[in-house]
């Protein structure tokens, strides 16, 4: 068995990430040791880390790669299989695993598990990975995190013939754009102040991209000849004047589910809740597996997610990636880890 030493991606904060060497990762059984191929870059990856966990640290939860060893006891993966690694790790014995939600572990103490995946090789359980089509492209399985977010909260309500509404053109806003499309909506409008990202929403085939510092829900409503409000909201945006805007713009008995995250606690008007008789269901993660049988079987119909792609960059120019999600122009960025 060849070494496995490499590097990893090391940051300090957020103006300060150095390529390092590491040691050789260890697996025990039931692990699997992954060759990293792409690993995308998120939002988070890009914020002041050092300020919420202990620097430094190795970012990165958006790896795909090849398997490279196997530990004992492992027989459903082998050298070579092309793979999804999935950075949660769950104790697959608290009540909410036993119940089949691993998502929401208790054990879970942070957002993510570290070291991460912006390294060469990583170490995870075999219950972390999920064994990817031959077929799949491999920029598109780099980022199968995010896109389990979106179809995660993009199916969380039937939205066949339906009206969707998205606040927030980020990556997932995007995805979920796409989902709904390819899972038969009838409008999807999107909303955001970025520019950028409102154009790419377009080739994402979104009906409408408002930049609402340029026009209104309501004048929407009435181009495309509705006369109820939107059926189903996607709040991908975590921004509180977005999610009052989707609010005073659902149809009586619409639906929202809410994955974006606030830096500051919202206010809701629960008389519109209450007298519009709304349903809001918060959104975390993905669900294992069940959001991956999904995503899978999407790829396989024909769903195309690749214009949310916007940057391919080499491991060595992290730091460009960092900047490109700082800027906020771009999509989703990916890092190659291969030689």
């Known amino acids: 068995m060849e070494e496995c030493r490499g590097k990893v991606a090391v940051y300090y904060n957020n103006k300060d990430v150095r390529l390092e060497d590491y040691p050789e990762p260890v697996i025990g059984p039931g692990e699997l040791k992954v060759k990293i191929d792409a690993c995308g870059l998120c939002g988070g ?108 909260t993009a199916l969380s309500f039937p939205v066949l013939g339906e009206d969707v509404l998205i606040t927030g053109a980020g990556p997932i806003g995007l995805m979920a754009a796409a989902v709904v499309r390819h899972a038969g909506a009838r409008f999807v409008v999107i909303t955001d102040v970025n520019p950028f990202r409102l154009e790419l929403a377009k080739k994402m085939g979104v009906t409408v991209a408002l930049n609402v510092q340029d026009g209104e829900l309501p004048a929407v409503q009435k181009q495309l000849g509705m006369t109820e409000g939107f059926d189903v909201g996607l709040e991908m945006s975590g921004n509180g004047a977005a999610f009052q805007d989707m609010l005073a713009n659902m149809s009586h008995g619409a639906r929202i589910a809410l994955l974006g995250i606030p830096a500051h606690e919202m206010s809701i008007n629960w008389t519109t809740v209450i007298f519009n008789m709304l349903t809001i269901k918060g959104i975390y993660g993905r669900e294992m597996y069940e959001t991956w049988y999904k995503m899978t079987v999407m790829l396989e119909s024909g769903l195309d997610i690749k214009p949310v792609i916007t940057h391919r960059l080499k491991w060595q120019e992290c730091e460009k990636g960092f900047e490109a999600m700082r800027t906020g122009n771009c999509g989703k960025v990916i890092l190659d880890w291969r030689e």
């Open 45 to 152: 990856d890009a914020m002041e880390w050092y300020l919420i966990h202990k620097a430094p640290i190795v970012l990165g939860h958006e790896p795909a790669g090849i398997v490279f060893e196997v530990g004992e006891g492992v027989t459903k993966f082998k050298p070579g299989d092309r793979v999804f690694v999935h950075h949660h790790v769950a104790c697959m014995s608290c009540h909410y695993c036993r119940r089949g939600y691993f998502t929401l572990c208790e054990k879970f103490t942070q957002t993510h598990i570290y070291p991460g995946a912006f390294a060469e090789y990583i170490a995870l359980p075999m219950s972390n990975i999920w064994r990817h089509h031959p077929d799949i492209d491999e920029d598109i399985a780099a980022i199968f995190d995010p896109f389990g977010n979106a179809v995660h």
